[in-house]
């Protein structure tokens, strides 16, 4: 079947997360949400596939291919894969004009000038024109529609895959802000460290992703004590069945949440007491795939003293304060010119 083009009309939007990437145009929302994966044969370096069918590749393929993410704590560690990502998910996504398209993309607050620059050199590599930066706490908040450019405060806490940032956003800039570079993938790295040493085995990344929902909670309180799970052997790479006990991967999800809530407690003991003051009086909001781990908002409320707004889909929100930049573009950008500092 063919695949149905569409034409870029110069405005897509661009969110290259650690673990997702996300493509949108202003007119017909979201066109891509697939991993941030490349195949790539360790033989000639070449790439396999890419997104979902590079993790499908990984799996059916010899060992001779591996599975690559060229993003890490919302950084490109190689642009030229990075690029290759971008090129082959725009094509996938039936776009035309690409190379005419202005793209605006999503960029970690924390993010440092040379990251910036390689993340829009890796857009460009794939084809754009031009690509410009919005940070990504901003680019959240107006898709929550928060009253991002008045002169009241929202606060967002983003909790990513790869890292994590709290942001005090007044008057289209970000007051005071602090980030980790720990996130969700943090905890799945830890649960399948611990289940190694102890059981001398090892679990894949989803299956430890899979534990980490079925057995953790940011308060301690698991919603089940065991949970039978898939592994296998190191000894002799036979795969076996282990009963893991949500006792043993406790303390590496609560050592995450301790570090995030404090660097949350910190950016908002940053930001100036009247700030403080609107936070308190309208809560904060909380995205991220990581937001979804069980309890977290009750944490945060209980440490933070603040209402924790509730957000339906805590992993688009990015992507949606994009597409509304680019339907908006005039109203914006002082927030690309804060981006590309």
Avoid at 81 to 97: E, F, K, P, Q, Y
Avoid at 114 to 140: V, Y
Avoid at 222 to 236: E, H, T, Y
Avoid at 255 to 261: N, P, S
């Amino acid at each position: 079947m063919a695949i149905s083009r569409i034409e870029a009309n110069h405005d897509v939007a661009l969110d290259v997360g650690t673990n997702y990437t996300r493509i949108a145009t202003r007119e017909e929302g979201l066109l891509v949400e697939e991993p941030s994966v490349v195949a790539i044969d360790t033989r000639n370096g070449e790439v396999v596939a890419v997104g979902r069918s590079a993790q499908e590749a990984v799996s059916s393929y010899a060992r001779h291919v591996v599975a690559f993410r060229p993003m890490v704590s919302g950084a490109t560690v190689d642009f030229d894969v990075t690029a290759r990502l971008i090129r082959a998910l725009v094509d996938r996504s039936g776009l035309r004009g690409f190379s005419r398209a202005k793209v605006i993309m999503g960029v970690p607050a924390h993010a440092t000038s040379i990251e910036r620059r390689a993340l829009r050199q890796a857009a460009m590599q794939a084809g754009a024109s031009d690509a410009t930066l919005i940070e990504s706490p901003i680019a959240a908040a107006v898709g929550l529609g928060l009253p991002v450019a008045e002169p009241v405060a929202s606060a967002i806490i983003t909790l990513g895959a790869g890292s994590s940032e709290a942001s005090v956003i007044s008057l289209g800039g970000i007051v005071s802000r602090r980030s980790i570079r720990l996130g969700g993938n943090t905890i799945d790295e830890n649960i399948a460290t611990i289940i190694r040493q102890r059981f001398d085995v090892v679990v894949s990344p989803s299956t430890a992703e899979w534990i980490k929902y079925e057995l953790a909670s940011a308060t301690g309180r698991p919603p089940r004590d065991f949970l039978s799970v898939p592994a296998r052997s190191i000894k002799d790479g036979e795969p076996v069945q282990i009963e893991v006990s949500a006792q043993l991967i406790a303390p590496v999800v609560s050592d995450v949440i301790a570090q995030t809530v404090r660097m949350a407690t910190e950016a908002l003991g940053e930001a100036p007491p009247d700030l403080v003051h609107d936070v308190l009086l309208h809560g904060v909001a909380v995205v991220g795939g990581h937001a979804n781990l069980r309890d977290s908002s009750t944490v945060f409320e209980r440490e933070l003293g603040a209402r924790i707004v509730t957000v339906d889909d805590t992993q688009r929100v990015v992507i949606d304060g994009l597409r509304l930049c680019l339907r908006e573009a005039s109203g914006f950008r002082r927030f690309v010119r804060t981006a590309e500092a």
